[in-house]
C-alpha cells in the first residue's frame, strides 16, 4: 500500500507541501512533495506538529460501542437466532393520549401469577398476547427517542404514533412522524379517543395521508386502528396489529450470544445503590455476569423483571432491573457482558477516567471562553 506523501500531510496539516518537505529535512529525511513516506517519518513529522499518532494496533476493548457494534452484526450471522418479541414506543402530540394507552396496556393481561397482577414502574415492560410478548418502552415522548438514537441506540422496532380522533394531526405528530421515518422505524397509527363525541377519524386519515401514511384500504401499507385508550375500545385488535407488523420485521436475535443491550432509566436507590433498567438485545444476560454499562461495571447482583420478580436469565427484548454497578449509568448508555470481572472492571474504570478527562476539557474550555469574554 502506497503512504502518504509531503502534500497530503500537508492538506492534512494545513501546511503548504513545501514547508513540510523543509522540516522534514531539518529531521534528517530527504524527500520531495510526491515521495510517499514510511509510518515513522509521519509520526516523526506528526509529533513535531504536536499531533500523537492515533493509529492503534490493538483493538481497544474499552471501546463499547464497537464491542456492542460486533455482537449486533454477528447476529446477523448468527445460525441460533431466534424471534423476538417487538420493541414499541408510543408517540404522539401531548394531550393526545399517550400515557393512557401505557397504563391501559400495562394493565392487559397480566396473569394472575404474575406478582397480583401489578407491574411495577421499571423503564419498559411486557405484554402477553396469546402465546407471545409485546415490549413497551415506557418513556412517551420524542425527547427519549431522539436521545437514543442521538446516542447510537436503535432499539425501538415499531413507533405507535397516537392521533386524537378529535383534535387530529398536530406539531408534535408531525415531529413523531419525522423521528420515525429518519429512524427507518415503521408506524401504526392510533386514532384515539374515539369515544370522543368530536371524533372524526376520516378527517385525521386524510391528514396523516398528506404525510405518506396511508392506509391498506387506499394502496397504502400503514396499519391504522382506531382505539379509546380510555374505555380499552380495540386496544387488543391494536396488539394484533404490532404482532402482525413485528411479523413482518422478521425480528431475531440470537440468546446464546454474548448479551449486550441499553439503558432505559438508571437511578440511586438507597437501600440498593445503584439501580438501572436495562433492555437486552442479544443473548442472554444472567445472574452474576461481570458488565460494563456505558462508563460503569459491575456485577448484575439482583435482577428484577416488570412484574417484580427476580429473575436468573434476560432474554433478547426483555426489561429488567439490575443492580451491582459501581456507579449510576445514562439512559441510551449500551451494556456488554464481559469474561471476567477484572476486565470489566479495568474497561469500566478506564471509561470512567477519560469521561472524567473529557468533562475537564470541556470545563477548561469554557474557563477560558469567560476569560476572553471578559477582556
Ligand atoms: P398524553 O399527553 O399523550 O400522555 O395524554 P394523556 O394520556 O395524559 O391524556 C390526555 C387526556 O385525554 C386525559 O384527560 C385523558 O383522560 C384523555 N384521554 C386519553 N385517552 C382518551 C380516550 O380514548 N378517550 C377520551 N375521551 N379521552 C381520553
Ligand atoms: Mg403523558
Redesign the pocket.
Known sequence: EEGMNAQDLGKLLHREPAEIVKKLFMLGVMTNQNQSLDKDTIELLAAEYGIESKEKVHEDISDIDNLYQKEVEASKESKHQESRPPVVTIM??????????LDRLRHTNVSEHEAGGITQKIGAYQVRVDDRLITFLDT?GHAAFSNMRARGAEVTDIVVL?VAADDGVMPQTIEAIDHAKSAGVPIIVAI?????PGANPSHVTEQLMKYNLIPEDYGGDTIFVK?????GDNVEELLQMILLQADVLELKADPHQKAIGTVVEARLSRGRGPVADILVQQGTLEVGDPIVVGNTFGRVRVMTNDKGRRVKKATPSMPVEITGLNDVPESADKFVVFEDEKTARAVGEQRAQNALQKQREKVQHVTLDNLFDTM
Open positions: 404522539g402530540h401531548v394531550d393526545h393520549g399517550k400515557t393512557t394507552l412517551p397516537v384515539n379517543k374515539m369515544d370522543a382505539i379509546s385508550a380510555k374505555t
